[in-house]
Structure formats: structure tokens, C-alpha cells
């Protein structure tokens, strides 16, 4: 548990994934439909490059961006407690699912005082007991404000979910940005999801791409997630998670079980 997290029953949940869209995004929208099925969830769209939940979610593309406006009032001394609430957004009535949209117009980043990041973190671990981040890739540039926001989201975090494209060039870019990752946070504990597998690998099967990440990373993959172009189409369509449109699918199958991992390990049930 992260050192703002451990007084509170409440946590913090990274979804980080190297450059070359492995798949942040789709994780982080249907990890957050199933922890709310069990709890009340806050989905952030932290991605301060090319954030993609409101239209992913089919929300107005002009609401106001949660994260970017929470930050700038609580750097202007203001109390954002009851802001977060109010800043939030409903996609579905069926489960208690929220959502603070992106800063599409990313340069508006360097004119925010991203220092105060980790401290408006405590503030939605008291507002809420998860809440998922959906990260950009880069995290090290000091000169970047863009980065320093995913940096202290990844530092303030009790559980990193890094996600792996299952494909040579995907693995290539995660055993990088893994290094770095572990380099940097080496006492975080982390969850590895290898994306858009293809027949044949699966947990019991040792894949090629699997032995390429232990071989070259010392990366051990937890979780497979089939490729599932019909779901994923159907949830384009319909503007909902994978999890809900279709959550018999193997890949929804997956990914209720790592819910129920990160709800165990983070605020110890179900």
C-alpha cells in the first residue's frame, strides 16, 4: 500500500503501458466497470497526451476536465473535497461508475502547478475509496510537466497495472519502459497484463512472447487478455467498456479477475 494510502480503506489503482497504444485505455474503462460492481469507483483520465475516455465513453467532449480543474483550484488554496464530487461524471446508471474526463488540449498541462499532484491524490482517496488513473506512457522528463503528473500518480500508487502489447515491437517497447519503470519505483507492486493474445497462449501455455519477457525483461506476465476484435468493434460501437457490452467474453472473464485480485490486495475484500 502506498505511504498516503495506508490510514485510509480506500486505493489508488496506475494503469501504465509504454508508447504505441497497447491498450491503457480499453483496460482501464473495463477494470473500472467491474470494480464498480463491487464498490464505488472513480475512472481519471490522466493521460496528458491524448486523453480518450470521454469519447471512448461516449461523454461530451466539452465537459470540463476533472483531474486538470480539480488541480488548478486546489493550487489556488481552494478546498477540492467536495469539487471532486461534483466534478464527476456518470456514464451508466447501473453501476456506480464516475468519471473525471481528460485535458484534451494537453499543452494547457505546462500552465498548471503540477507539484501539488500528490497532494490532490489524498484528496480523492478521501472522496473515494478506488480510483483508477489512466496514464500517458512518458513519466521521466523533469521539464515535463506532462510527466511529472504521471510520475506522482505512479509513486502515490498502491497497485501498477503495466500493459503489454502482444506483439514483437510491443514487447520491445515494454521490457524498455518496464527497466525504467522498476528502476525508478522499485518497491511498487505491479500487476503485468499482456494484451491482445492470440490463439494459443493463455496462462498454461509457455508463449514465445511470454518467454521474450522473462528471457530479455525478467518480466513475469499475470494476466493474458485474448484478442477480441468482435467485442472490441461492439464496444466502440456502443461507446461502453468491453466488460459490460459483452461480459461473458474470455477477455471480460480476464479482467473481472484481475478486479477481484485488486480489490483483495488493496482494500482487502469483495
Not at 73 to 99: N, W
Request: net charge negative.
Amino acid at each position: 500500500m502506498s505511504l498516503i494510502s495506508q490510514t485510509r480503506n480506500s486505493a489508488i489503482i496506475a494503469v501504465w503501458g509504454p508508447a504505441g497504444s497497447p491498450g491503457r485505455s480499453m483496460l482501464s474503462a473495463a477494470l473500472s466497470w467491474c470494480l464498480a460492481d463491487f464498490e464505488a469507483t472513480r475512472l481519471v483520465d490522466a493521460d496528458t497526451y491524448a486523453p480518450s475516455q470521454a469519447i471512448t465513453l461516449g461523454i461530451d467532449s466539452e465537459t470540463t476536465p476533472g483531474l486538470a480543474f480539480c488541480l488548478r483550484s486546489l493550487a489556488s488554496g481552494e478546498s477540492v473535497r467536495q469539487l471532486i464530487t461534483e466534478m464527476d461524471v456518470k456514464p451508466y446508471r447501473e453501476r456506480e461508475l464516475k468519471l473525471h474526463t481528460g485535458l484534451l488540449r494537453s499543452e494547457i498541462w505546462d500552465e498548471l502547478d503540477v507539484q501539488f499532484i500528490a497532494a490532490l491524490l489524498v484528496e480523492y482517496l478521501d472522496a473515494g475509496r478506488l480510483t483508477v488513473f489512466d496514464l500517458a506512457a512518458s513519466f521521466e522528463s523533469l521539464e515535463s510537466a506532462k510527466d511529472q503528473v504521471t510520475a506522482a500518480v505512479l509513486e502515490g500508487a498502491d497497485t501498477i497495472i503495466a500493459v503489454c502489447d502482444a506483439s514483437e515491437l510491443g514487447v520491445l517497447r515494454f521490457i524498455r519502459g518496464m527497466s525504467r519503470l522498476r528502476e525508478k519505483y522499485p518497491e511498487q507492486k505491479y500487476i503485468v497484463v499482456l494484451n491482445r493474445t492470440r490463439k494459443g497462449i493463455n496462462k498454461k501455455s509457455h508463449s514465445r512472447i511470454a518467454q521474450l519477457l522473462e528471457k530479455y525483461g525478467e518480466i513475469s506476465v499475470d494476466y493474458f487478455l485474448p484478442l477480441s476484435v468482435g467485442v472490441s468493434d461492439a464496444a466502440t460501437e456502443f461507446a461502453e467498456p468491453v466488460t459490460k457490452v459483452d461480459p461473458k467474453s474470455a477477455i471480460s472473464q480476464e479482467i473481472e479477475v484481475i478486479a477481484k485480485r485488486i480489490l483483495l490486495q488493496t482494500i482487502g475484500s469483495i
